[in-house]
């Protein structure tokens, strides 16, 4: 949430680019001219948001199979210079950059696009959070929950398993790596829940988390993420 203190502050010390070091003379440490040239995922999947040719609407894969969430919606194709600025918003800790893709997210959701009645940011099992310290997911969600006014329930859902990292797996090796990651403590009553991730890759772990908070009860759910890796 942006306050007269952010507005006043960054009129007398105009930010500085993260990318370029210009004077950003806005509130936001990111030019006008960086942010442009970044990755826009322009044309996705209306389903998973997949990145595709201008002329299709729906991915193969979609259109054979739904998957169990509403949509995706997701800002970048995780390509340069996003995906260095996540790994350095993760790995090092940067949460100045976590701020600002969370506020391009939020800048960048369609018109039309209703606020969910609860966020539910992708949880990390506990040792990557003593590692980490942070979880990225609910860094971007906390933005959006300030922004929407909306809860955001970073207590009820867990990542029971410690899984394999599933950059070097094959799609159905993911599937079958991430069944039963997660745990969930509580029940919903047909509420309109958003899955809130960093990078959404094959979708097979918003997809295990999407089912199982629709066996909990929600009306739907829907995903929300910085970036979507193209096929
Ligand atoms: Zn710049
Ligand atoms: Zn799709």
Redesign the pocket.
């Known amino acids: 949430m942006t306050t007269w203190l952010d507005n006043f502050l960054f009129a007398v010390l105009p930010g500085t680019c993260i990318l370029c070091d210009a004077y950003t003379r806005r509130n936001l440490d990111l030019c006008l001219a960086c942010e442009a040239d970044l990755p826009w995922l322009n044309h ?7 990145p ?1 040719p201008e002329d299709d609407a ?6 054979v199979k739904r ?1 169990p969430f509403t949509r ?1 919606h997701s800002v970048f194709v995780y390509r340069f210079p996003v995906d260095r600025l996540i790994l350095n918003f993760k790995e090092k800790q940067n949460l100045v950059i976590g701020k600002i893709l969370a506020t391009l997210l939020v800048n960048s959701l369609p018109r039309g696009f209703s606020a969910p009645d609860l966020l539910v940011p992708v949880p990390l099992h506990k040792s990557t959070l003593r590692k980490r310290g942070f979880n990225q997911s609910a860094e971007i969600a906390r933005v959006l929950s300030d922004f929407w006014s909306i809860p955001l329930d970073t207590q009820n859902c867990s990542r029971v398993i410690n899984t394999r990292s599933q950059k070097s797996l094959s799609l159905n090796d993911r599937v079958a790596n991430i069944r039963g990651a997660f745990d969930i403590s509580r029940n919903y009553q047909g509420e309109r829940i958003a899955i809130v991730d960093d990078v959404v890759t094959s ?1 097979a772990t918003v997809a295990e988390l999407a089912r199982l908070i629709a066996s909990k009860g929600a009306g739907s759910t829907e995903v929300i993420s910085i970036a979507r890796t193209p096929i």
């Open positions: 996705a999947c209306l389903i998973c948001s997949i595709l729906i991915c193969g894969k979609c259109l998957p995706c979708g």
